[in-house]
């Protein structure tokens, strides 16, 4: 009998819920075939859900807390896999980075959010007018949420492209940049992320409209997330998407290889210490 594949809960909202769901399932001693009648769906479903190969939906979840009397447990663990407490504008997207096999990252501005260490992301956050703490502790706690996604199991493919004055840009201070681009350098150790910076001396003004995210997704269609203000904009035409990897390709081209771009890191950061 083959092994039940281990799933590690913190590695997103929704392998957290197949983690609760098999948790629950084993805890009243039943199959998945029973489980699956009892909620009326096919025991390949269950088993995808299980496995975290499938995203849950409410109906699922409002069933699940019925059969396990439980007071909406799951429905607040379907409710994180649609990224609920993120802004609207953004939920679409972080569903589909979280399940992508390759990411195509390009920013003019900042740090991208996948790399932002805590205060850096808190200090772009508390500069939004109106917000309140509560807010900002909630956008800080999601983005790095996010971030476990880059040392999953399942982690993609992480192609990203900085501009070099993103490192010279000051955000909080000395200490917070120093700390900000010391983990720039750890998460570029990570063997399935690349992370180039565009010199100054490129001379390429190609990307400096805007920053955008493309995910590509086995056997989904592809998303992009462009940054906008006041809010940033989820794409899902085909067109749209093939034009942002072509301009992110030429912007690749623009870059410097990986070696030395961690070396202008290094050297900028020395200036920050």
């Known amino acids: 009998m083959p092994q039940p594949i281990q799933i590690n809960p913190d590695e997103s909202p929704q392998a957290r819920f ?31 859900l299980e496995t975290s190969r499938r995203r849950p939906d409410r109906r699922f979840a409002e069933a699940c807390d ?15 896999t649609r990224w609920e407490s993120a802004p609207e504008h953004f939920r679409d997207f972080a569903a589909a980075e979280a399940q992508a096999s390759v990411l195509q990252v390009w920013d003019p501005l900042l740090i991208p959010g996948l790399f932002q260490v805590e ?22 706690a999601n983005r790095l949420q996010r971030q476990a996604l880059l040392t999953s199991t399942k982690a993609p493919m992480v192609y990203s492209l900085i501009d070099e004055g993103v490192l010279h840009r000051p955000l909080g201070g000395a200490d917070i940049m120093g700390e900000q681009l010391a983990w720039l350098l750890k998460m570029a ?6 992370i180039q910076v565009v010199p100054y001396a ?59 771009s961690l070396d202008i890191i290094k050297d900028v950061m020395a200036q920050w210490i």
């Open 202 to 260: 490129s001379w390429s003004t190609l990307g400096l409209q805007a920053s955008f995210t493309v995910a590509e997704q086995r056997g989904a269609p592809h998303s992009a997330y462009v940054e906008s203000a006041p809010r940033g904009l989820t794409i899902g035409n085909r067109e749209t998407i093939t034009e942002l990897v072509g301009r992110f390709d030429a912007l690749r081209a623009a870059a410097l290889p990986q070696n030395l």
């Open 18 to 48: 197949a983690y609760e769901l098999r948790r629950q399932r084993l805890r009243a001693g039943w199959t998945q075939l029973h489980l699956a009648r009892m909620l009326t769906v096919s025991v390949s479903m269950v088993g995808m």
């Open 189 to 194: 150790e990570l063997p399935r992320v690349t």
């Open 119 to 140: 205060p850096y992301a808190r200090r772009i956050f508390e500069d939004e007018p109106g917000i309140t703490a509560e807010t900002v502790d909630q956008r800080v």
């Open 66 to 80: 019925k059969i396990f009397r439980l007071d909406g447990v799951f429905v607040e663990l379907w409710k994180q």
